[in-house]
Structures are given as structure tokens and as C-alpha cells.
């Protein structure tokens, strides 16, 4: 018997699927908006329908991110395409662009670096909102690199990318503003294994979660301008840590904000050498 678009929605729920999850894959599946699921809740589903449609809440019941299943990611606006080399960009991340984006003048020509950048999420939010940024974009991952890549020629931002590891392929070159949002779960972190289907070299570094961090802090005074600034993404039970590597580097008056759920997510300093 044909289900209907309302029972499908139902059965899925009723599986464990968040009523939004259900609606967007079923958007996916049926090209249409959901408000057009909502206005024809009583039209019948074609049986191809209805097995693509159990096929992907399966693979979301699963834990695969939404992302990955749709192919797509909004993140500070822009539709991001995203898949299984990158991490599923989160919203608490646009915590730091809108925190780098306030230290980013209208019209600035600053040049800007983005650590760790994956999908291009925070380079390319940035070149959007500051177009006359010099901003690139560095990742060890070849495959997360076009992935980025392939996001920036798509949004038409022009974001240089640089393979290789933090610093490394950065050598000689200073900038006005360093961002990164790097892996840093500990590496026995039992949350981990609800993301099995990430990236884990974007997740974690292993150990107590701070050696990525450790390795940015270190080596960012030789690639900052004086007076420049790094902004470092981090766990929620890290800032007090993070803040004490950017004091022994030297840099002045951290700070640290607050993500969506209210956790310490960001911390911020500059960079005055003596």
C-alpha cells in the first residue's frame, strides 16, 4: 500500500528521526520545500520514493550527519557543499568568524589565514563578508582542500589554498589575522564514537586533544604581525588551558567568548612582541 507524504514523515519519527531530519530528507527525496510537504501531506509516495526515502533515514539513523546525506551545509549564509573528507560544519563555529569579522574593518586589505580550513567554511565566510581580504586557506587533507576549493570557484571567492600541515607551507609569510578551528577532542573522549563517520584527523590529535592547539599557539608568532591577532576555536572545558599556552607564547590579554549553548568555545589574543 502507497504511504502518504504525512505517514511516511510519521514512520520516520516514530523510527527516532527528528521531525526536521524526516522533512529534509524527504524534501531530498521529492524536490520540493517543506512547506510543499506540509500543503500536500496527502499525496502518495511512488515506491522508488518510498525506498530512497527509507534508505537515507536509515543512513541518518545510523549517525551519518544530515550534511553528508544531502551533500550540503548552510554555515554564516553561504550553501556550503560538504561530505565525508570534511567535518560537518557546526553552528558554533560562526562564533568565531562573526568574532574575526568584528576585528576585520569594512574595506580592510588585511591578510588572513585559516587553519585547518576543511570545507572552507570560515575562509570563504570571511572573503564573503570582507571581499577586499587577502584570505587563505590551509589543510593537510588533498581531499578536503577540493572540497574548498570546489566551494569557493562555486560562491566565485577567490580563497588561495595551501596544502600542507599548520604552518608548514606558510613559511615566511606574516598575517594580520590567524583563525583555526582545529581538532581538539581528546582522543578517549567516548563522544567519538557518535562521530565515527567524520573525519577523525579533524576531530582529534589524540591524547589530552590540545596537541593541535599547541602546535598553532607555538608557531603563530613567527607568521603574526605585530598587533595581529589569533583566534582559536577549542572545547568546552579547554579555554583556561588554551589561555595559558597563548600567555607562555607571549601574546597579550586573552579572551574568551561563549558559543550558542553558552560554552567557552573561542578564545582570542594578539599578538605583542617585545
Not at 125 to 153: C, F, I, Q, Y
Not at 173 to 188: C, K, W
Not at 200 to 217: C, F, K, N, W, Y
Request: net charge negative; proline share 7%; aromatic share 6%.
Amino acid at each position: 500500500m502507497a504511504r502518504t507524504v504525512a505517514a511516511a514523515l510519521a514512520q520516520a519519527h516514530a523510527a527516532g528521526l527528528e521531525r526536521l531530519d524526516g522533512q529534509l530528507l524527504l524534501s531530498l527525496v521529492l524536490q520540493q520545500s517543506r512547506a510543499w510537504l506540509i500543503a500536500h501531506d496527502t499525496d502518495e509516495l511512488s515506491a522508488g520514493q518510498a525506498e530512497l526515502f527509507d534508505a537515507l533515514c536509515a543512513r541518518r539513523a545510523g549517525g551519518e550527519p544530515l550534511a553528508y546525506i544531502t551533500g550540503e551545509r548552510e554555515f554564516h549564509g553561504l550553501p556550503l557543499r560538504v561530505g565525508p573528507a570534511v567535518l560537518d560544519p557546526r553552528p558554533d563555529t560562526e562564533t568565531l568568524v562573526d568574532w574575526a569579522l568584528e576585528l576585520l574593518p569594512e574595506g580592510t586589505t588585511a591578510s588572513v589565514v585559516d587553519l585547518g580550513t576543511g570545507s572552507g567554511a570560515i575562509a570563504l565566510a570571511l572573503k564573503h563578508r570582507r571581499p577586499s581580504a587577502r584570505v587563505t586557506g590551509v589543510d593537510l587533507s588533498p581531499a578536503a582542500l577540493a572540497v574548498a576549493s570546489a566551494n569557493g570557484v562555486r560562491l566565485d571567492l577567490a580563497v588561495e589554498w595551501c596544502e600542507g600541515s599548520w604552518w608548514q607551507p606558510l613559511a615566511g609569510r606574516r598575517f594580520e589575522l590567524v583563525a583555526s578551528n582545529p581538532p581538539y577532542i581528546a582522543g578517549t573522549d567516548p563522544h567519538l564514537v557518535a562521530l565515527r563517520h567524520e573525519p577523525q584527523m579533524a576531530l582529534t590529535p589524540g591524547g589530552d586533544g590540545l596537541d593541535a592547539l599547541r602546535a598553532i599557539v607555538a608557531g603563530a608568532p613567527n607568521h603574526l604581525v605585530p598587533g595581529g591577532w589569533l583566534l582559536l576555536e577549542h572545547g568546552w572545558d579547554q579555554a583556561d588551558a588554551v589561555t595559558a599556552l597563548l600567555r607562555h607564547a607571549g601574546f597579550t590579554a586573552p579572551q574568551t567568548r561563549r558559543d550558542l549553548a553558552g560554552q567557552l568555545r573561542c578564545t582570542c589574543a594578539r599578538w605583542a612582541p617585545p
